[in-house]
């Protein structure tokens, strides 16, 4: 006799009893500093990876802890019911560098809770994730009507370096009808969102020289171009007056059907008062379905340590948002030939490869789409998800495409607007991540009923 799927009102409560000790759980994986950025300690990253298997084991998963020569992944699975389909629910353990301690209000480590949200790395991206799939688990305890595979990466943030060996390597162990992606936004506080665009990335350097070494400054300053100089003058290059990424055989998107008001955007962006938006087209074009270039870091002398010297060399580290459609190889090549083209005044221009990752388009349309659509209305109390775009890049959902053609993707978010993932003090608005366990535990009971038939 098939057990009959828990209805939307015993979800509700379960979901409600788990939430104290999901977020205990929440906090404790926030205290621990798993980076997988070199020159970082990885024991870290271990003991991430050991505390997230040590709470799928508790749902009564079958786990084991796997490496394929980066950072270690978990992976946690349970058998579905006869005739049921198999869930795959994605999160990531591991977290971003925390900068400068300095714009911390409080310790990155030491999650704190401050009108509603949670302060600390990785209280929303992606331990937040993580702990949506436990809520989701802890809710149906041993009344589970689908099979999950719960794939939890160890080195996202550090550009996924291992994750297409090990997803080949376990490919039957994971192999899903469903996946889901809890690494993207919401809408809004109070609108969820459900991700079918994603940009690519392409992330490279490029150095300049202009001298065999460093000359002083009022001997040879005038006719000699200083590296630095030459090197601000080539990035000036990648963009157009308007602001518009002005490197040819980029592809430029549009399409983007929600509008995005400028002064929500420029509140949640933190942009400064009278600092003006670049480029051209609505807001949501220009994050979701068109290029954005950015300058991350440059070597050079730093101001305190600079003599009245010339500089030799100087390079940079561009990141590159590919629009949906793009191709990855060919950006590069583009940009590399840009590089090369405009190099100013003759200087010696080196271009390098440090990674990169597809865009990809989502077909969000079928019967688990509308099951997600319907779970996220109820969690949100009657407001229809919006489809967006990530302005940001998931690489490896793309790969996933390729492995499993028939499987559908969707990709979640336990962010909103306001969480500063990547940035200073991110964190997570509580109520929205109560919604969104809720939101998971309806999802996997609507898919069973979509497996039934």
Known sequence: MTTPIMTEAELRAAVQRELPGVRADLERLVRIPGIAFEGFDHTHVERSAEAVAELLRGCGLDVEIVRAGGQPAVIGR?????????????????????????????????????????????????????????????????????????????????????????????????????????????????????????????????????????????????????????????????????????????????????????????????VLEGVQLIGTGRITDRIWTKPALAVL?????????????????????????????????????????????HAPWGAQVEVSFEHDGAPCVIDSSGPMFDAARSAFRAAWDGTDAVDIGLGGSIPFIATLREMFPQAAILVTGVEDPHARAHGPNESLHLGEFARVCLAEALLLAKVAEVGRG
């Open 78 to 270: 349970r058998a579905a019911p006869p005739g049921a389909p198999t869930v795959m629910l994605y999160a990531h353990h591991d977290v971003q560098p925390v900068g400068d301690r300095a714009l911390w209000q409080s310790d990155p480590f030491e999650p704190v809770e401050r009108d509603g949200r949670l302060y600390g790395r990785g209280a929303a991206d992606d331990k937040a994730g993580i702990m949506a799939h436990i809520a989701a688990l802890r809710a149906f305890g041993d009344r589970l009507p689908v099979g999950v595979v719960l794939f939890i990466e160890g080195e996202e943030e550090y550009g996924s370096e291992s994750l297409e060996r090990l997803l080949a390597a376990h490919r039957d162990t994971i192999a899903s009808d469903v996946i889901v992606v809890a690494d993207s936004t919401n809408w809004d506080i109070g609108v969820p969102g459900l991700t079918t665009s994603l940009r690519g990335l392409v992330n490279l350097f490029v150095e300049v020289r202009t001298l065999e070494q460093a000359v002083h400054s009022g001997m040879f300053g005038g006719p000699v171009p200083d590296a630095l100089t030459t090197l601000v003058r080539l990035l000036a290059t990648l963009h157009d007056d308007a602001g518009d990424v002005a490197v040819d055989g980029l592809t430029q998107g549009v399409g983007a059907t929600v509008d995005y008001p400028e002064e929500r955007f420029r509140a949640e962006a933190g």
């Open 297 to 341: 870091g440059i070597d050079a002398p730093a101001t305190g340590e600079a003599p009245n010297a010339l500089v030799p060399t100087a390079k940079a580290k561009l990141s590159v948002r590919l629009a949906p459609g793009d191709d990855p190889t060919k950006a590069y090549a583009a940009l590399r030939e840009h590089l090369h083209r």
